[in-house]
């Protein structure tokens, strides 16, 4: 599959699971959130990363 980035993945990062958004800057690999509170997460060499999914669409309950 091919993605393109920055897109949200479902990341397993040193054993804990996540919903970030994956992107590259300046050759650095990271996970983005989508609350401004969080600080974004650069991977490093040491950190364990399992890519499980990549987000392709959402369900939006529409009004009745």
Not at 10 to 20: A, T, Y
């Amino acid at each position: 599959m091919k993605v393109r980035l920055p897109c949200i993945v479902v990341p397993f990062v040193n054993g804990e699971r996540l919903v970030k958004r994956l992107s590259i800057r300046d050759g650095s690999v990271m996970l983005l959130a989508g609350n401004p509170k969080y600080l974004p997460l650069t991977l490093k060499e040491e950190n364990e990363l399992e890519v499980w999914g990549v987000v392709t669409g959402k369900l939006k309950r529409l009004p009745a």
